[in-house]
């Protein structure tokens, strides 16, 4: 059934699939999670529903999925795709039958996972034939895709939208540039993209600067009309529709 899982979220969440015009939405994930548990603890103390994605190669990575999904936060796979390596990455020409075994183990060190991102990916994620197979399994175990849009290449969030997966795609990286002052700038390019297109997903990583302005900011967006929600809910609001960035009408142009 087309949307089903989608429509599920909609129904636990308990919001419409579209973002009234009066209401802006934003869900932040922080990505390379797992190497460092003082950065994994200072990421889990963040306010409010931010999601954690944990690379399945590190050393705390288990253990922290625990942690993060005792303490109510959402829990994602952030699996290696070429360009990154280790053993669990995914590289153009790998037969399906080893993709799918290096996922399997990767889901199995990070357990709870709800769903899965792409760490770089930018060759990977372009590569048509193993992102239709991915977006089937993900359909297959009941989990969710982001796009992380790490090429303009990307066919991955259009695999999803064509096999109806429940997915959303990133909008805004915020820590390029590894500078309070840039960092702060991305967060408030995701506020207005929020407010113009009534939802925005954002993308950072651990880094002390991060940290900061995240702590600083997050208990300020309610006060300036943004809802900041978990990956689940932003799913249900954008209904599985690619945002103007990213497509034409709801459909993402890498079709």
């Not at 899982?5 to 934003?26: D, R, V």
């Not at 288990?62 to 990455?89: C, E, N, S, W």
Request: glycine share 6%; aromatic share 6%.
């Amino acid at each position: 059934m087309r949307y089903l899982l989608c429509l599920l979220f909609c129904l636990m969440a308990g919001i419409a699939q579209a973002a009234p015009a009066n209401k802006a939405y934003m869900s932040i994930i922080i990505d390379d999670l797992g190497q460092s548990p003082e950065r994994d603890s200072r990421t889990l103390a963040l306010p409010g529903p931010v999601t954690m994605a944990i690379m399945p190669d590190t050393p705390h990575a288990t253990d922290f999925a625990r942690q993060a999904h005792k303490a109510g936060k959402t829990v994602i796979l952030h699996m290696p795709m070429d360009p990154a390596t280790g053993p669990y990455a995914w590289h153009p020409g790998i037969a399906i039958e080893e993709l799918a075994r290096r996922l399997d183990a990767a889901l199995v060190k990070v357990p709870y996972a709800a769903g899965i991102n792409n760490h770089m990916g930018s060759r990977m994620t372009a590569q048509r034939e193993p992102m239709a197979w991915l977006m089937g399994e993900l359909q297959r175990r009941h989990l969710f895709f982001v796009d992380s849009r790490t090429s303009a290449a990307t066919v991955a969030a259009a695999e999803a939208q064509a096999h109806d997966v429940a997915h959303v795609s990133r909008d805004v990286f915020l820590d390029d540039v590894r500078t309070p002052e840039a960092i702060d700038a991305q967060l408030q390019q995701g506020i207005a993209l929020a407010r113009k297109q009534g939802s925005a997903v954002l993308i950072g990583h651990p880094y002390p600067q991060t940290l900061a302005v995240l702590e600083s900011q997050i208990p300020r967006l309610k006060q300036l009309g943004i809802e900041l929600v978990t990956l689940q809910q932003m799913i249900a609001t954008r209904g599985n529709q690619a945002m103007p960035a990213h497509g034409k009408h709801g459909r993402y142009s890498n079709r």
